[in-house]
């Protein structure tokens, strides 16, 4: 991983949180998620890359499991 790499997955989580319609059903969830986003931001610029690859990893899966891919509408 490179902090390119990071910098980029930063920019798709704020993308795909776009997407998101906030509901109060999923609003602590997407809290969540953009808190491990802003961490990742926080590790980034501490150069620790390991810790923030796995911080954004950890908010887009916050999201992805909002979207329900599996369930049609």
Do not use: V
Request: with cysteine; aromatic share 10%.
């Amino acid at each position: 991983m490179t902090r390119e790499r990071i910098e980029s997955d930063i920019q798709q989580f704020y993308e795909n949180l776009k997407q998101l319609k906030r509901t109060k059903s999923n609003e602590k969830t997407i809290e969540l998620a953009e808190r491990y986003c802003q961490d990742a931001k926080y590790f980034l610029e501490k150069e620790d890359l390991l810790t923030a690859f796995g911080c954004i990893n950890y908010a887009h899966g916050l999201l992805d499991a909002l979207r329900k891919p599996w369930e049609k509408k």
